[in-house]
Nanobody
């Protein structure tokens, strides 16, 4: 499975962006999908995850209520709608795919088998 993230850019605080991650291969609809981010000098951190059917989602506390993860299995694509952006949301955002959904583990980078290349999000104050 290859993942291609897109949609990053420069936005002012309070603005919105929608990230997309498109997967190649026939197994996308069975994958757990997640978004992570990494700011300069910091470790990669969990942002959001969604199960294969889209019926279960999980968010980091720092983005809850502002970000929404969704997926379209017919298009092999997962989305991250980011609203009310803050300067501290600035980071490279990565999409990731995993083979198993386990609520306690979906926030761990090591739980995911597949990673995209990342897309830069910069929020100016």
């Amino acid at each position: 499975v290859q993942l291609q993230a897109s949609g990053g850019g420069l936005v002012q605080a309070g603005g919105s962006l929608r990230l997309s991650c498109t997967a190649s291969g026939p197994t996308f609809s069975s994958l757990l999908m997640g978004w992570f981010r990494q700011a300069p000098g910091k470790e990669r951190e969990f942002v959001a995850a969604i199960n294969w059917s889209g019926t279960s989602t999980y968010y980091a506390d720092s983005v809850k209520g502002r970000f929404t993860i969704s997926r379209d299995n017919a298009k092999n694509t997962v989305y991250l709608q980011m609203n009310s952006l803050k300067p501290e949301d600035t980071a490279v955002y990565y999409c990731a795919g995993g083979l198993n959904w386990e609520f306690k583990r979906v926030g761990l980078p090591d739980w995911y088998e597949y990673w995209g290349q990342g897309t830069q999000v910069t929020v100016s104050s």
